[in-house]
C-alpha cells in the first residue's frame, strides 16, 4: 500500500466519535465531531473545517448536547448537510446545517422515553437522509420520517426484551440490517412487517456466544452482503444467499477460511467500527469480500482484505473509537483517538 500522511489534531476532550459531513462543494471541507468533557461534564457536537495550507482543522460550530453522544451520522436532505446524534439519556437529535457555510441552522429533537426505554445502541440514516433506523438494547426497532420542521415516528418491531439490538445499517429504501449479542445479524424488509425476515446466529465457535456486533456495512454493490465487526477483534461477512455460514475475515476463528483462504486477525480486542474501503480499487463482480476498514479498542486502524495480509494504518497506544472514509476522497479518512485527539489520514 503507498505511503500514507498522517495528521494529529489535539481536542483537550473526551472524542466519542467523528464523521465527514457531506461536501457542500470541492473548495470547502468540514469534520463532525462529538466531544465529551469530563471537567465540566459537558457534551456537544462541533463541526470544524480542514484547510489544507496550512493542513489544519479549525473549530467553528458548536452544539451543546443535553447528554454524551452514544452514536452519530451525516447524510444530506434536500441538499443540505443533516446530522444524526442519539444520547446517553436516549433523546434522539437531528441538526441541519447551512448549505453555504455549515452552520448550524435548525434542530428538531424527540426527547428521552420517546424510542428506547434504554438509550438508542445505533442509529442509521437512509441516504438522503428522509428516514432515520434507531435501535436499542431494549429490543425496540423504530423509523423516524425526517421533515425540516418535524419528525414522524413508528415502532417497527418489539422483542419485549428477549433480544437486543446493538448496531444497524440501511441496505435499500426498505431494507436494513441490525446486529446484536452472541454474533447476531438480522435482515429486515419494510414490506414485510412482523420482524426480521432473515436471521443470522454466530454460533460457529462457542467461544463467540457471548459476542457482540458493534459495526455493520453494506456495499451498494453488494447488497446481499452484510460485513460485522465486534469482540474479540472479529470481523466476519454474512452472505444472505449462504445464511449459516459465516465468512471469516479477522479475529476469533482466525485460521483458514471460506474457500481455504487464511485468515489473519488484526486485533484481539473490540472491533468498533467497520467500512468497506472505497480507495482500494477491487473487482466488484469476484466472489471474494470487498476490502474494509475497522478500527478497534486496542488502538488498531487496519485494512483487511480476504486472504491478504492486513495494513495497519495506525497502532495507537489509546482506543481508535470511530471513523469515516470521505465518501467523495476516499483516500482521506478521520478517526478519533479516545484520548482527545482526532487524526487525519491521506493515502497517497
Not at 184 to 192: C, E, I, N, T, V
Not at 247 to 269: D, F, K, P, Q
Not at 320 to 335: A, E, G, T
Request: hydrophobic share 40%.
Amino acid at each position: 500500500m503507498a505511503a500514507t500522511a498522517i495528521h494529529k489534531f489535539p481536542q483537550y476532550q473526551y472524542v466519542d466519535a467523528v464523521r465527514w459531513l457531506p461536501q457542500l462543494s470541492p473548495l470547502d471541507r468540514f469534520a463532525v465531531l462529538a466531544l465529551f468533557d469530563f471537567d465540566s461534564d459537558a457534551s456537544s457536537i462541533q463541526i470544524h473545517s480542514l484547510a489544507s495550507n496550512p493542513f489544519s482543522l479549525q473549530p467553528q460550530f458548536s452544539w451543546s448536547s443535553p447528554s454524551r453522544i452514544s452514536s452519530l451520522k451525516t447524510s444530506l436532505f434536500l441538499q443540505k448537510p443533516l446530522i444524526v446524534a442519539s444520547t446517553a439519556a436516549g433523546s434522539l437529535h437531528f441538526l441541519f446545517a447551512d448549505s453555504s457555510d455549515a452552520s448550524f441552522d435548525s434542530e428538531v429533537s424527540l426527547p428521552e422515553g420517546t424510542l428506547h426505554s434504554v438509550p438508542a445502541s445505533s442509529v442509521d440514516l437512509m441516504d438522503g437522509g428522509v428516514e432515520c433506523v434507531t435501535v436499542g438494547e431494549d429490543g425496540k426497532v423504530n423509523l423516524v420520517g425526517v421533515g425540516e420542521s418535524n419528525l414522524s415516528c413508528r415502532r417497527l418491531f418489539d422483542s419485549g426484551g428477549l433480544v437486543s439490538y446493538t448496531a444497524a445499517r440501511w441496505a435499500s429504501s426498505v431494507e436494513f440490517a441490525t446486529g446484536g449479542y452472541g454474533f447476531s445479524l438480522q435482515w429486515w424488509d419494510q414490506r414485510k412487517p412482523g420482524g426480521p425476515v432473515s436471521n443470522f446466529k454466530g454460533n460457529w465457535d462457542k467461544k463467540l456466544s457471548s459476542g457482540i456486533v458493534h459495526s455493520i456495512d453494506i456495499h451498494p454493490s453488494r447488497k446481499h452482503t452484510c460485513l460485522a465487526g465486534g469482540s474479540l477483534g472479529t470481523v466476519f461477512a454474512w452472505d444472505l444467499r449462504w445464511q449459516q455460514q459465516p465468512i471469516i475475515l479477522s479475529g476469533a476463528g482466525a485460521g483458514t477460511g471460506a474457500g481455504n483462504t487464511m485468515v489473519h486477525s488484526v486485533s484481539e480486542s473490540e472491533v468498533w467500527e467497520v467500512q468497506y474501503d472505497r480507495c482500494i480499487k477491487s473487482n466488484t463482480s469476484s466472489t471474494r469480500i470487498l476490502p474494509s476498514m475497522i478500527c478497534s479498542e486496542d488502538g488498531i486502524l487496519a485494512v483487511i482484505e480476504q486472504g491478504e495480509e492486513p495494513v495497519e494504518l495506525l497502532a495507537e497506544a489509546c482506543a481508535i473509537n470511530s471513523f469515516d472514509i470521505d465518501r467523495h476522497n476516499p483516500s482521506d479518512v478521520i478517526c478519533s483517538l479516545e484520548w482527545e485527539a482526532v487524526a487525519i489520514l491521506t493515502r497517497q
